[in-house]
Structures are given as C-alpha cells and as structure tokens.
C-alpha cells in the first residue's frame, strides 16, 4: 500500500512539475556605442490546453521594455507595439528578427556580446518568468 502511495505521488509531482510556459533560445541582440535600443528574442512555449498572453515585460537594464511586431506599410517595415502577445494551446511563438520581439528603450549602457542580461515576462494567467541570464550575441541581421 505505501508503495501504491509512493508511485501516486510520484505521478503527481510530475504533472505538476511539468510547467505551463517554457522560455528557450532567448538572447539579447548586442549594441554598437551609442545606440540606446535592442531587442531580446526567444521561444515561448505553452504547455497548456489555454491560450496564455504574453502582457507585459521588465528588465534592469531598460527603463522601458515593451513587446513589439513588425508591420509593412505602404512597403515600409515599421515596430509597433502590441499589449499582448498571445500564444496558442500547446504551441510555441517564435519572437525574432524582423518579427515579433522584446524591445528594450532606453537602454542604461552598451550590451556588448558575451554580456548576460535578465529579463522578466508576466502573464494573463498571474504566472510571472523571471530569467536571471539571458546572453548577449552579436549577430548580424
Ligand atoms: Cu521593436
């Protein structure tokens, strides 16, 4: 009987273990001197069997961080910001160049490669990621 118990708990602890949101493949785009804008880039995967929103996002190294896409307009690609990002039931968004992306504002000094940077992403399901190291890549776009 105990052993039934030990296996049943074992079984939940992995169900519950098994997280609703999972952040791969994230990087922050590197600064030439003096330019005062980046963009951090990932995947979000939803685990869930609901939509879950992207709302809002913090980072210590921007006062201002906000989600974007990218829009062509009369042959014109321009950033515009979104107040959610929304990713599908068991599906994965991709934010990526020339797509949508983190936009950091303002940023308070140079990101240069090799650097790390945290980032924190809030949900519409009060589920809040915090990511202590997100690595600094200089990439050519
Ligand atoms: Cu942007």
């Known amino acids: 009987m105990k052993k039934v118990i030990l296996v049943i708990f074992i079984f939940l602890n992995i169900l519950l273990a098994q997280d609703d949101i999972v ?7 590197a600064t030439p001197p003096n330019v005062k804008n980046s963009a951090i880039f990932m995947k979000i995967t939803n685990n869930s069997q ?4 992207l709302i809002d996002a913090k980072s210590s190294v921007s006062k201002i961080v906000e989600i974007h896409t990218n829009v062509k307009e009369n042959g014109i690609t321009k950033m515009i910001k979104m107040q959610k990002l929304e990713i599908e039931p068991n599906s994965t968004s991709i934010l990526a160049p020339k797509q949508n992306h983190i936009m950091l504002i303002d940023i308070a ?7 790390s940077i945290d980032l924190t992403l809030i949900f519409d399901n ?8 997100i690595p600094v890549v200089k990439k050519i776009l």
């Open 23 to 29: 952040i791969t493949e994230a990087y922050a785009r």
């Open 50 to 53: 609901k939509a879950i929103a």
């Open 109 to 115: 000094k140079q990101l240069v490669d090799g650097d």
């Open 126 to 133: 009060d589920k809040t990621i915090k990511i202590e190291k």
